[in-house]
Every structure is written in C-alpha cells, then in structure tokens.
C-alpha cells in the first residue's frame, strides 16, 4: 500500500521562528489533506490540497503531485501553534492514510 | 459552523465488557468513517459507510468489532468483548461524498480498557 512519510517527527522551536513540516507519499492520491491534533485530540482541518499553493493567516501549504510531497509552513509560530500535525493523502474510494505526524513544541 | 459529534468523550471499561460509540455526521454528508488511533501514531480507517452501506470495512476487527448506519445519518460503533489492546482513541469523520472531497473530523472519544 501507499506510503505516507512525515519529517521532521519532532520539532522545537522558540516562539516567532518559522519551520516547514515535510510529508512524502509514494504513489499517486486523488487528494491530500493536513490536520492540527490538538491536545484534546482534535484534527482540526488545515489544508484540502490536492495540488498547488494555499494560504491561511501564518500557514500555507504546497503539494507537487508530480513529485510526491507536500509541505506545510509555519510563520511567526505561537505557543498555541504546539501539537501534532498529520498529512494525509487519499487512495481508492477515499480510504485515507495519515502519516505518523510531527510532534511541534513552541516554546515561550 | 455544522460540526461531527461523538459520546461519550471518554470511556473507562473493564475487560470483557461491550462498549458502544456514537457519531452524529455534520448534515448532508453521505459518507462516514470510523477510525481508531493508538498513541503516538496516525489515525488508521476501521470502517467507511457510503450512505447506509459499507464501503470498506476490511480493517475492522469483526470478531468483536461491530458499526452500523441503518438509517445512513448516525453511526454506532460497538466493541464486545473489549480487550487491553483496544485502548485508542476513536474518530469519527465525515465527507459530502466518496471520492476526494475534504474530510472532518469529531472530537473523538478516548477508550481505557483497564
């Protein structure tokens, strides 16, 4: 089956630095999605990108399909930016695959 | 904004004993998913509703894992008999349809099997 690689698995940053989460995937996907899982264990939606370049206040994401990767940034991070952050990418008939995730710390 | 819900938020059972999950799907979204997450790892799909029916439910344990949909709105998931090994995490998402459309994703419900 397809596999999801997700780097680096852990990351520390100081508050107000900027890091990029890297996610590779080894076959083609109809689509591809990153979550935030909260420290409830939430997965709060980030990006439906498929393909292309999207941006959302200090986050933005591209994916190279072509290429097979995705990758997320992270401007001006916050502590509350602190988590684990999944990319996932679809397969036949919706069946998603996450990846093992990023664990991102803030520090203040 | 319509969001997924589940109940219970957290669950302690003993071992052996049958414990159920419930999923409300954000309104108008044909298709359901349950997946299970243990620590420290991914979310892996147990079992894919289209509407009322199973789309794919070939990682779902059936010895003691059971979900049904029967009215194609909300969603049990049932675990009998529970065992250690089942202690998880238990999400519920869903999507306007089967194919590449965006899923979301509810607040889960944290099972401890003890």
């Known amino acids: 089956g397809i596999q999801v690689e997700q780097s680096p698995p852990d990351l520390i940053l100081q508050e107000g630095a900027n890091s990029t989460l890297r996610c590779n995937f080894s076959d083609s996907v109809n689509n591809l999605q990153w979550f935030h899982q909260n420290p409830w264990g939430q997965l709060i939606n980030l990006f439906y990108?498929?393909?292309g370049t999207k941006q959302n206040g200090r986050l933005s994401a591209t994916t190279v399909a072509t290429e097979r990767y995705s990758l997320l940034y992270i401007s001006s991070s916050q502590t509350t930016d602190s988590g684990v952050y999944f990319c996932?990418?679809?397969?036949?008939?919706?069946?998603?695959?996450f990846g093992a995730g990023t664990r991102l710390t803030v520090k203040p | 904004e319509a969001e997924v819900a589940q109940s219970p938020r957290y669950k302690i059972t003993e071992k052996s004993q049958a414990v159920a999950f419930w999923c409300d799907p954000i309104?108008?979204?044909?298709?359901l998913y349950w997946y299970r997450q243990i620590l420290g790892q991914g979310p892996e799909l147990l079992v894919q509703f289209q509407d009322e029916s199973v789309v794919d439910d070939s990682q779902l344990p059936k010895d003691r894992f059971s979900a049904e949909r029967l009215k194609g709105v909300d969603s049990t998931l049932k675990i009998q008999p529970a065992e250690l090994g089942d202690s998880a995490m238990y999400l519920c998402a869903s999507s306007y349809a089967v194919k590449a459309y965006e899923q979301y994703f509810g607040p889960g419900t944290r099972l401890t099997v003890t």
């Open positions: 996932a990418v679809e397969v036949d008939n919706n069946d998603m695959r």
């Open positions: 990108i498929p393909s």
């Open positions: 309104s108008g979204h044909a298709t």
